[in-house]
């Protein structure tokens, strides 16, 4: 569609007639501006995050158009950064005043100063999120493009709008956003920019490790993440936010051995996980299922090449990496270190599949089987083709036989059918080491399927093992 047409269609929406013909009685020049302008000249869909800059108090827009909103919404004002928002039909408006920004080194808050249109798109990261296009009744619509940001739209470049040296320098995010931006749009990173975020990586140490977890997020969450991922390894950003990923590559040979470069193996983890699942969390299992590979590796003249114990390593290293990130130590840490601590289960087994190994994984597992599967299938980037289609087919094995067995047997979640209490009554102890011993022993007893998951089973073997232990039943 021709550009004019689709930044036509870009504020078809009332809401922005409405803006118009408030700013209009405010003498207010006003325009649509960044992300939301980007998106729909690029055609990827109405975004629901429309930002709106005045030139002259956002604040005292927000508040007009409010009123003049059929939800009369509430405007939540931010005094300090000169915001306002809204939320309307299903949308955010936020309203701000041109501005004119300029940065102290050590910072990444700028002081800021009213300024004109240009100077507000000066400020802006890249030539493609300094689009705006007026909202006012005159020219309603029209394109103000003074970085030439459409044929960069055209040609799917990121080149910030001023020396890329001083828009990194200022506002290290933007290095994270370029790499974001290219992951998300499938853009390319223009030569001179990417050539500064190089120079510039090490000053991401300003930013906040919040911000930049969002925009790992974001990066995660594109369809093709190693672009975004590779980006960062080229660049040096990855060395500032995951270091113990760049401690994955490289390709050493010991007595004509080698091992796979587990840094470029994972990237193409994750971007199999990204075909398989949009959960965020399992790309962050796939992102760093082999971390531990790198302290645990070691050569062994009959092994050859070993990495014992990774996925335990590997699992205490995902809590010292989510807490460096700041990122909450909830659920979803356990689910990632869950997901790293038993991502060779599945591998394990898959060569023999036996009944009791697949009841011990359904009862380790649990309601997290579907995705360790999914995660070992993704952890197949083989080249051989044979080796390719038989790993599946082990994996498929695997999955049919937990079928089998979990309707057989219902060991996922699975509680043993006899207490603690119960065996304390029986016997007439106290917690105790028996305790202990006689429920391990039941547990294990139905995993090896000695007996069945079955109450009257299980209390019979309670007793012969009692037995064995010199204890006796109260009645
Ligand atoms: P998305 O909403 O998909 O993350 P976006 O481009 O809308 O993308 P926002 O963070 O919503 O990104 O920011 C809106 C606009 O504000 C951007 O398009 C850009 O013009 C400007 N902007 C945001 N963050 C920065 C920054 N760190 N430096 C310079 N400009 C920025
Ligand atoms: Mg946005």
């Keep these: ?32 501006i960044g992300g939301y302008v980007r998106d729909a000249l690029l055609e990827r869909g109405n975004a629901k995050d429309i930002d709106f800059v005045a030139v002259g108090s956002g604040i005292e827009l927000a508040k007009a158009v409010a009123q003049n909103l059929p939800n009369r ?21 936020e309203f701000v005043g041109a501005r004119k920004e300029s940065y102290a080194h050590e910072s990444r808050n700028p002081s800021v100063s009213p300024g004109s249109l240009v100077d507000d798109q000066n400020r802006r990261d890249f030539t493609i999120n300094a689009l705006a296009l007026s909202c006012n009744l005159d020219n309603f619509g029209r394109l103000l493009d003074p970085f030439d940001g459409l044929t960069h739209l055209d040609q799917k470049l990121l080149i910030t709008p001023l020396d890329p040296d001083t828009t990194f320098s200022d506002d290290p995010l933007r290095m994270l956003r370029a790499v974001r931006f290219a992951s998300q749009l499938k853009f390319v990173i223009e030569e001179k920019t990417l050539a500064a975020i190089k120079r510039n990586a090490a000053r991401l140490s300003i930013i906040s490790k919040e911000r930049i977890v969002d925009e790992v997020h974001k990066i995660l969450a594109s369809p093709i993440p190693s672009i975004g991922l590779s980006l960062m390894h080229q660049t040096g950003l990855m060395a500032e936010v995951f270091p113990e990923l760049m401690a994955l590559q490289g390709i050493e040979e010991k007595e004509g051995q080698t091992h796979k470069d587990n840094f470029w193996h994972t990237l193409e983890v994750v971007d199999n996980m990204a075909q398989y699942s949009d959960d965020l969390w399992l790309r962050w299992a796939a992102l760093l299922h082999d971390i531990g590979k790198a302290p645990t590796k070691r050569f062994d003249q009959k092994a050859g090449w070993t990495f014992h114990g990774h996925e335990f390593v590997g ?37 023999e599949v036996t009944d009791s190994a697949v009841r011990r994984l359904l009862f380790d597992a649990g309601e997290d089987l579907e995705s360790l599967m999914t995660l070992c299938e993704a952890d197949i980037t083989t080249k051989n083709p044979k080796r390719f289609r038989r790993y599946h087919e082990n994996f498929k094995r695997v999955r049919e036989k937990v079928v089998e067995v979990e309707q057989r047997d219902h060991v996922r979640n699975f509680q043993p059918p006899i207490s603690g209490e119960e065996i304390m009554k029986t016997f007439g102890l106290s917690p105790s080491r028996e305790i202990g011993l006689i429920k391990e022993a039941i547990k294990e007893a139905i995993l090896e399927g000695e007996i069945s998951n079955d109450y009257d089973q299980a ?8 037995a064995k232990l010199g204890l006796k039943p109260l009645v």
């Design 73 to 93: 919404p509430k405007v939540q004002i931010f005094k300090n950064y000169g915001t306002a928002m809204l939320q309307t039909q299903g949308m955010t408006l």
């Design 315 to 351: 699992s205490k290293m995902v809590y010292k990496l989510f807490k460096r990130l700041k990122m909450p130590l909830n659920e979803k840490m356990k689910f990632v270190q869950k997901m790293v601590a038993m991502s060779s289960r599945p591998i394990v087994i898959a060569q």
């Design 459 to 466: 209390k019979s073997f309670m007793l012969e093992k009692a």
């Design 1 to 32: 569609m021709p550009v004019l047409n689709r930044a036509a269609k870009a504020l078809k929406h009332p809401v922005f007639q409405t803006v118009a013909r408030v700013a209009d009685q405010l003498g207010l020049e006003t325009y649509v």
